[in-house]
């Protein structure tokens, strides 16, 4: 893959974090139904802490696989 290419997705790998948090989270502060025994913005939160770790792997292979990290 070239650099260019895989800069571009790695950018959108990790944005996803940044946008499941500050534009989707405000959506989900509601105090019904329960998601596993939680609020839905809390079950939100655990599983974007999750993903995340991987989004961020993600975009860190692309980068170093893309040549830009050395």
Sequence with gaps: MEKVQA?????LLGLL??????VISPFLNKPKPLLLGMPPL?????????????????AYKLEL????LE
């Design 7 to 11: 800069q571009k997705y790695a950018l």
């Design 17 to 22: 974090p940044w946008i499941a948090y500050v």
């Design 42 to 58: 809390m079950f939100w939160n655990t599983l974007w802490l999750i993903l995340t770790t991987l989004s961020l792997y993600g």
């Design 65 to 68: 696989g893309g040549g830009l």
